[in-house]
């Protein structure tokens, strides 16, 4: 796996497991005080990433590798999970609303439906948030059958509303309870992290802080910092910051990121692809951005990832499904979920979004750690970071945007 990250060196994994069930499990119970503001940090992946930012870097299409262990970081094992072959055969009609692009999941599910000749399914593309309203507006009338969502507060949100069903057991079991309703309403299929990008031709590990909020004390990043405040990923993860540390504190570290010249991008690839670049030296990302610069590269980038402990900068969420309850044939509804973790499909998601697959024997793809040794906050509700009103008033108060 090359160079990794310190996190390898953190707490025990049961610690981790016990701190994940509660930050994830927040999400089911306690829902969204309101369906218009459940659009989440995740959102964007329908919007402004790319095709060509998701592609696969092999060199041929997506659903001929779907399976095949290759990646672009050389061959892999994923013959410990459980394949499609092993899960019941799907057949019959089944709508699919998808919070997740096209872009990214298209190809995926084109391949479950071409491996069922009798199974038809109909997707419907939006962002998570305005599918949500749909179903809750939509009602018993509502076509839908499984609701696949780039968050846990979506699915938490349906949850709560109670418009979800709970899933078959046998497709429960393939996921960790940290990443699960505890219901069983809703599982995660893919997760994904906040990160630190750096440059190792300018920094070395040991001199980033693992506290967030020391960032604006840290004199060397002075103008060698990128972030992206137009981008709703890092608008979640100063939300975060404001629940944790309070909005005076988060106010204070605006304004010291400000003086210390942090340059704004468009996006946080551009922000992985400036550090690699060495036009910047260290950046705050969602961690998949760096796996596909390095996918990219012809040649070892100096580009890096490392993570800060418990606090606003270590969130890690998490894109699952869940089996509405307008379900018109939950057998198929909840074996359709069961596909999404195979082992063929947790091996695409760790492909094509470079995310981390959630069923523990697949390996996450690239330089990273395992779940287990990441250290995301104990105290937080995911649903909340869906909630941007106030930061975006605390980011205009404080002229990052």
């Known amino acids: 796996m090359g160079d990794i990250s310190r996190t390898d060196e953190r707490a025990t994994v049961g610690t981790h497991s016990r701190t994940r069930r509660r930050f994830l499990q927040a999400a089911a119970v306690a829902g969204i005080v309101s369906a218009a503001g459940c659009g989440?940090?995740?959102?964007?992946?329908?919007?402004?990433?790319?095709?060509?930012?998701?592609?696969?870097?092999?060199?041929t299409s997506d659903s001929e590798q779907i399976g095949s262990g290759r990646s672009p970081f050389g061959e892999r094992d994923i013959s410990d999970g459980v394949s499609m072959s092993e899960m019941p055969d799907l057949a019959g009609e089944l709508t699919v609303y998808s919070g997740r692009g096209e872009a990214l999941v298209g190809e995926l599910l084109s391949f479950i439906e071409d491996r069922y000749p009798e199974l038809t399914i109909r997707p419907l593309y939006n962002s998570a948030s305005e599918l949500v309203n749909q179903i809750i507006t939509e009602g018993q009338n509502s076509p839908g059958d499984v609701f696949y969502s780039v968050n846990a507060g979506s699915l938490g949100a349906l949850a709560t509303r109670e418009r979800t069903q709970s899933l078959a057991d046998e497709t429960l079991s393939l996921v960790p309870e940290a990443f699960q309703s505890p219901d069983g309403s809703w599982v995660g299929t893919s997760g994904r992290a906040r990160a630190i990008p750096y440059n190792t031709d300018i920094l070395t590990e040991s001199s980033i802080p693992t506290n967030i909020m020391s960032f604006p004390d840290t004199t060397e990043f002075d103008g060698q910092l990128g972030w992206a405040p137009t981008y709703s990923s890092f608008q979640a993860f100063i939300t975060a910051m404001r629940l944790l540390e309070g909005e005076s504190d988060t106010r204070q570290w605006l304004r010291g990121m400000q003086e210390l010249n942090a340059q704004s991008y468009a996006d946080e690839f551009q922000i992985a692809r400036a550090v690699a670049d060495g036009e910047i030296a260290?950046?705050?990302?969602?961690?998949?951005?760096?796996q596909r610069v390095l996918a990219r590269r012809t040649t070892d980038a100096p580009l890096r990832t490392t993570f800060t402990q418990n606090d606003a900068g270590a969130i890690f969420n998490v894109a699952g499904a869940c089996m509405l309850d307008t379900a018109s044939d939950t057998t198929l509804s909840s074996n359709f979920v069961r596909h999404l973790l195979s082992a063929e499909a947790q091996d695409y998601f760790a492909r094509k979004t470079f995310e981390y697959p959630l069923v523990p024997e697949i390996e996450p793809i690239g330089r990273l750690p395992s779940i287990d040794s990441l250290?995301?906050?104990?105290?937080?509700?995911?649903?909340?970071?869906?909630?941007?009103?106030?930061?975006?008033?605390?980011?205009?108060?404080t002229g990052v945007l």
């Open 375 to 397: 250290n995301p906050p104990e105290s937080i509700n995911l649903t909340e970071l869906s909630n941007l009103e106030r930061t975006i008033t605390l980011l205009r108060e």
């Open 40 to 59: 989440s940090a995740g959102d964007n992946e329908t919007g402004t990433t790319t095709e060509a930012e998701v592609s696969s870097p092999i060199g």
């Open 282 to 290: 260290v950046g705050f990302t969602n961690h998949y951005y760096i």
